[in-house]
């Protein structure tokens, strides 16, 4: 078999010399030679350098080159479209689309005696992503196959990377170089937008470490379950960095966020106006020390500090939206500095502002390859008790209650609170989960302002339409706040089932809970629930 040629088509296809492509791979010309004239066998840390150099499919390609079994071998040169990881891409573009997907499609064709499960859960055609390994994640992997048509999962879906052989705008829009992490950051760090490419670190969702925030990914796969689609509006009362507000207008939805926290109103904001954000406004800033040092001087100024909580501040040469995204980044690089113990942020404002521009750059390339109409977002600083919107306005709402019994999160933003001169003493009085003393007295004034909520949503919330909580389970805080016994049947009635009772005598019906375990959270909570309500189908009368 003459393993060689594939590595030669390679080659040739970025139209290199032997010499340049040996250049590249660090590696000699005359093995190159050798190997292309299949005089000697590739080896395998040659062909998974050439993968990843080139953004081939580093499975597939070792197929070929005689480092899988056999049948893998030939199933890869019998089907033409898979050869170096490849399909067609949607009609009306140029050239193939790189799939990264290794052997899964092989392995769903059944090639040994047992039979993949996900033949019989989706249905052919459908290859599901690569990092779709939890219980949760099938189940709602499955719903999207079952409720949404082939052409709006190609638009929207979450959990698919191709169906019926075009690519997903998901797969268009995550594929690629993951998320850029500074020198600094942590191999944990890295390795995590590694692996998570396909469910958090995409479009401008990477922008801004914020804990507790939702993995974009279940967010777009809640909103197809809940039945909506471009020209209907979502809430999102609760909405901390924005990830519901940015998701539903890549999937083409409006939304409107809400949150009475500052801080989290200009994240919001800076990173929903990055999708659309003029690059070169960045990219000049970038390219220019003097002007990288002048914006940092500003922000760290007095007048840089009031510019950005004015709404009304038009910057001079660039969009308030790019603006907006260089001041996070001077936010973001304040955070750098206090977790490595450093007094000066400056070093890493630079390091951050490029991160940035990658992730946005990024999005914005893929953007343009392909039919893309964003949904229109809007970002209020408002209270989810007293939502400024009309009765029957929404058409789903979905949010994440505050995990204020194991997250405090006005400490965890403190730094960039006082920045903003925000008053953090009166915030944390109209913070839900932070009011009233530790103890009972906190988690009966939660319980009071959540049904408030609750009821505001069910006001504004379309009849029949979908509002969906994802609750994280902390029945050992709650226990300890009230001062139960942990092993009474009472501490194990944990906040979710607290809500469904709650929710259910406000008209808002349970239909579905499915649970997700927390990853990194384990001391504090363990697991997630994501619960779906639907209201009642004839509106009420006020």
Request: net charge positive; proline share 5%.
């Amino acid at each position: 078999m003459q393993k060689g040629i594939h590595l030669k088509k390679i080659r040739e296809k970025n139209g290199m010399t032997v010499r340049s492509f040996a250049e590249r791979l660090n590696v000699a010309p005359s093995y190159i030679s050798r190997v292309e004239n299949n005089k000697v066998p590739p080896s395998k840390e040659l062909v998974k350098s050439i993968a990843k150099t080139f953004q081939a499919n580093g499975d597939i390609l070792l197929a070929l080159t005689g480092h899988l079994p056999n049948k893998w071998q030939k199933a890869v040169r019998e089907t033409s479209h898979l050869q170096y990881g490849q399909v067609p891409k949607a009609n009306g573009d140029n050239g193939p689309t790189p799939i990264k997907y290794g052997l899964e499609r092989l392995v769903l064709n059944g090639l040994g005696s047992l039979v993949d499960p996900l033949l019989s859960l989706f249905p052919s055609g459908y290859v599901p992503s690569p990092q779709l390994n939890e219980v949760y994640e099938l189940k709602l992997a499955a719903l999207e196959a079952n409720l949404l048509r082939p052409a709006d999962l190609i638009d929207r879906g979450a959990y698919f990377l191709e169906i019926n052989g075009q690519p997903t705008n998901h797969f268009r829009v995550c594929t690629g170089k993951p998320l850029q992490i500074g020198k600094d950051g942590s191999l944990r760090l890295k390795s995590f937008f590694n692996t998570h490419q396909f469910k958090t670190s995409y479009a401008t969702h990477g922008l801004f470490p914020y804990r507790g925030k939702f993995h974009p990914q279940m967010i777009k796969a809640i909103i197809n379950v809940m039945g909506l689609k471009p020209g209907d509006k979502i809430l999102d009362p609760m909405m901390g960095s924005g990830t519901t507000v940015i998701e539903a207008s890549l999937m083409g939805i409006d939304a409107v966020g809400v949150d009475v926290s500052p801080f989290c109103v200009f994240t919001s904001k800076a990173k929903l106006g990055g999708l659309n954000v003029p690059l070169q406004h960045l990219q000049r800033t970038i390219a220019d020390k003097v002007l990288i040092k002048r914006q940092f001087d500003y922000l760290s100024s007095k007048k840089g500090q009031e510019s950005i909580v004015d709404s009304q501040f038009k910057p001079d040469h660039i969009t308030r939206d790019a603006f907006n995204l260089i001041a996070l980044a001077y936010l973001d690089s304040q955070g750098f500095a206090r977790r490595s113990g450093r007094n000066s942020h400056s070093g890493f404002f630079e390091e951050v502002l490029k991160k940035y521009c990658f992730a946005i750059d990024k999005f914005q390339s893929a953007k343009k390859g392909f039919k893309f109409e964003l949904g229109q977002g809007e970002v209020l600083e408002a209270d989810s008790r007293h939502l400024p919107l009309p009765a029957n306005s929404i058409d789903g709402a979905l949010f994440s209650p505050p995990y204020s019994f194991a997250v405090d999160y006005l400490d965890n933003d403190l730094t960039q609170l006082e920045y903003m001169k925000c008053d953090a003493d009166k915030l944390r009085d109209s913070m839900i989960g932070l009011r009233g003393k530790k103890g009972r007295e906190r988690v009966e004034i939660y319980f009071d302002d959540m049904k408030k909520s609750l009821q505001e949503i069910k006001r504004v919330l379309k009849p029949g339409k979908y509002c969906v909580i994802v609750v994280g389970s902390n029945s050992n805080q709650l226990s300890e706040a009230l001062g139960l016994d942990p092993d009474s049947d009472e501490s194990k009635f944990g906040l979710e089932m607290k809500l469904i009772e709650m929710a259910n005598d406000l008209g808002l019906n349970a239909e579905l809970t499915l649970r997700r375990l927390i990853v990194g959270m384990a001391n504090s909570m363990r697991e997630e629930h994501i619960l779906f309500f639907k209201s009642n189908p004839i509106a009420e009368m006020n």
